[in-house]
């Protein structure tokens, strides 16, 4: 492909990040008198943002996503961003090939962009914390922009940032948002099968079909 910039999903594409929010989900609930919730459940609550997270910990459930109560929910929303905030990195670590796989990226001269529904002010501290954030010339968050993925507004706005077309730059990322995106916007993507969504599953629906595969975070240096 002739690609001139990668967006970049956070979450499950380029840092295994799920032990910190479980930690912070968990310690949420705890706050509220309620108990624990399991690993599996909470990782099946990320990709849409903490505002969104925070509703399904607090009601345990995202069929039809039902609203906790609002008193609660802002309770809870203030309370898991000042916790996640202070244990960011606790054991959140990128994915293997992650840091080497940018630096040859960057290396050839393509811009790099995060675009994650992870609120930007933990974004951006994240990956300060582990020394990544240098690579990227742009990181939109959840709260960043008017709306977030899967509307494709935070890949147009950073195409046009980089003076480029949606179709010159690819997504990068391990859920349907980030397919979704990608397709709206009109740029090529590539999902990973190594993290938080069935990737597989995916692919079975023309919507969420991603046009290329990766089983490894390198697999991108043969792919632009």
Request: aromatic content about 8%; overall charge negative; some cysteine.
């Amino acid at each position: 492909m002739t690609i001139r910039a990668i967006a970049f999903d956070l979450d499950g594409t380029l840092c295994h990040t799920l032990p910190d929010l479980v930690a912070a989900a968990n310690a949420s609930r705890a706050h509220m008198g309620l108990p624990p919730l399991p690993d599996a459940t909470i990782e099946s609550y990320i990709g849409d943002g903490i505002p969104r997270l925070v509703h399904r910990v607090l009601t345990n459930s995202r069929d039809g996503d039902a609203d906790a109560p609002p008193a609660a929910h802002a309770e809870v929303y203030r309370y898991f961003t000042a916790y996640y905030l202070e244990h960011l990195s606790d054991k959140t670590r990128p994915y293997p090939q992650v840091p080497e796989t940018l630096a040859a990226l960057a290396q050839r001269g393509i811009a790099l962009a995060v675009i994650t529904n992870k609120n930007e002010a933990h974004a951006k501290q994240l990956l300060a914390d582990l020394d990544l954030a240098h690579y990227f010339a742009r990181i939109y968050g959840g709260d960043s922009l008017a709306e977030k993925k899967p509307s494709p507004l935070p890949l147009t706005t950073t195409a046009a940032a980089f003076g480029i077309t949606p179709g010159e730059m690819l997504m990068v990322g391990d859920s349907a948002n980030d397919i979704l995106a990608g397709k709206a916007a009109g740029c090529p993507t590539v999902a990973v099968t190594y993290g938080y969504a069935d990737v597989r599953a995916l692919q079975q629906t023309p919507a969420t079909r991603a046009d290329y595969l990766i089983d490894q975070f390198a697999e991108l240096l043969t792919l632009v």
